[in-house]
């Protein structure tokens, strides 16, 4: 939008009034924004009303974009009833409109030329040929990925057009990978949102506490919640981690060369090998930086391609720990890369590991230097955080958190105290991790507490594969 349009001085005028959480969307200056919201945060208005100051600028054109025409008629009702009704320009002859929902004939053409009518994803041959300067995606997950990859994309090309995508999500679908640049800090251009229903102080005064929103959590069911009143991706039945919350816990997360660097990993070949780099911070907070997800390779080619990777500042790297059932990859990876652990506990007590990991994602309170809760809006809602956090780059350990569940089972049988043996590489890798050091307390080399014994090395005899499969301990040493 031109930058002699005052959004701000437009609204006043017409006498919208944003709710805060609105705001954070009408001043992003991001050219691809992806707000996804609860029912009756407002998101139909909201991005209606973001374009309609631009409206006032000669020579533009924008569409809006539904998977019908009923679905994209929400957004051009909030226009039409701006410009036409409150404003007058219905009485304006030299203004050529249409609002005929049924013949799909949805427009209004200002007399300086610019244009905004919507469109259908139903009638693809109809999103062809046109220049855009701007694109509401209306319900953005029930469009198909190619009708914005193949027809709108390309429409915003020639005048550098901007495009909004204002939906309720529906699990992983394509609309949940362009959320997630927007979350990304380096992918300047796109910026996205999770508005809860509850945001709207409308509609919830109260906020989440707001007695609508617990009534119909108490009758509705609990996916189902989630999903359309609490607008998160990830709500489906058996998932496991239900604490996982990407906007909570996907961030930027760079290196620290002050703190104890680790690396976690599960071992495969024709199933990934996977790698997890973290940190742990003075606070127990653990921070994942990096991910190394490669399978049809062997571990000294994994090795070799370790050693080589650029690396950030002050890189170090002091631990690994991995699954104890390939022990010879421990010894191997001792001798030519760094020393590593690999205890039986680690793997075997697999509900212990899922509780762990869960308890460093569930959300806690955020206390200020002076012992107070800090508080996230005006309603006084605690602002709360968890103690792990993902970069956006490790985009493999983000999906598996994402659909990490629990085995199918007939409904008269007890689940299994499993999950489900697929795509769980990247999160085995963690765990064992956390593990070994939060459970287990291996977080020092050996040579790190005992030194002067012969030539001890923790690749050859530290780590050296006993008969059931596991590890000599200290005791088994016998100095």
Not at 15 to 22: F, L, N, S, T
Not at 436 to 457: A, E, P
Request: hydrophobic share 35%.
């Amino acid at each position: 939008m031109p930058q002699y349009v005052d959004k701000r001085k437009f609204f006043d005028h017409v006498g919208y009034e944003p709710h805060p959480k609105q705001w954070l969307f009408h001043n992003s200056p991001a050219r691809f924004r992806v707000p996804v919201c609860g029912r009756r945060f407002g998101k139909s208005r909201m991005s209606a009303m973001d374009e309609a100051p631009g409206l006032m600028v000669p020579d533009r054109r924008g569409w809006i974009v539904g998977p019908t025409y009923d679905l994209a008629e929400k957004e051009f009702r909030v226009l039409w009833d701006l410009f036409i009704l409150q404003l007058g320009f219905g009485r304006n002859r030299k203004v050529k409109k249409a609002y005929n929902k049924k013949q799909g004939e949805m427009y209004i053409e200002f007399p300086w030329k610019t244009r905004v009518e919507c469109r259908s994803a139903d009638h693809p041959e109809n999103l062809v040929g046109e220049k855009l300067d701007f694109a509401i995606m209306s319900e953005a997950a029930k469009h198909r990925k190619d009708v914005w990859e193949r027809f709108i994309r390309p429409a915003l090309a020639d005048k550098r057009g901007s495009a909004t995508f204002p939906t309720t999500p529906e699990g992983f679908n394509w609309l949940h990978g362009l959320w997630q640049l927007g979350r990304d800090s380096s992918f300047p251009a796109y910026d996205s949102w999770q508005f809860p229903s509850w945001d709207n102080p409308y509609v919830y005064p109260l906020g989440r506490e707001d007695p609508e929103v617990v009534e119909i959590e108490r009758t509705t069911t609990h996916e189902w919640f989630l999903q359309e009143i609490g607008a998160d991706f990830s709500a489906f039945v058996g998932k496991i981690y239900g604490e996982w919350q990407e906007s909570a816990h996907v961030t930027d997360v760079k290196f620290n060369p002050a703190w104890d660097s680790y690396v976690g990993y599960d071992p495969g070949f024709t199933n990934p090998w996977a790698w997890i780099w973290f940190q742990v911070d003075p606070q127990d907070n653990v921070h994942v930086w990096r991910e190394y997800y490669q399978p049809y390779r062997q571990l000294s080619e994994h090795i070799a391609y370790m050693r080589n990777m650029e690396q950030p500042e002050g890189y170090h790297l002091d631990l690994a720990f991995g699954d104890a059932a390939d022990p010879e990859a421990c010894v191997s990876i001792s001798e030519n890369f760094v020393p590593a652990y690999a205890e039986p506990e680690a793997k075997k007590n697999w509900r212990e590991g899922i509780d762990l990991v869960k308890s460093y994602l569930k959300l806690r309170d955020v206390y200020s230097p002076a012992g107070n809760i800090v508080v996230c809006d005006e309603n006084g809602t605690p602002l709360k955080r968890p103690k792990l956090f993902v970069d956006h780059s490790c985009k493999n350990l983000i999906r598996e958190f994402n659909n990490y569940r629990a085995p199918d089972t007939r409904p008269e049988v007890n689940v299994r105290e499993q999950a489900k043996k697929y795509d769980d590489h990247a999160l085995d890798a963690l765990r064992y991790g956390l593990m070994h050091i939060f459970k287990l307390g291996c977080n020092s080399r050996l040579t790190d507490v005992y030194q002067g014994v012969g030539d001890l090395t923790p690749g050859r005899d530290a780590f050296a594969p006993t008969g059931d499969g596991g590890f000599f301990s200290w005791d088994d040493l016998n100095f």
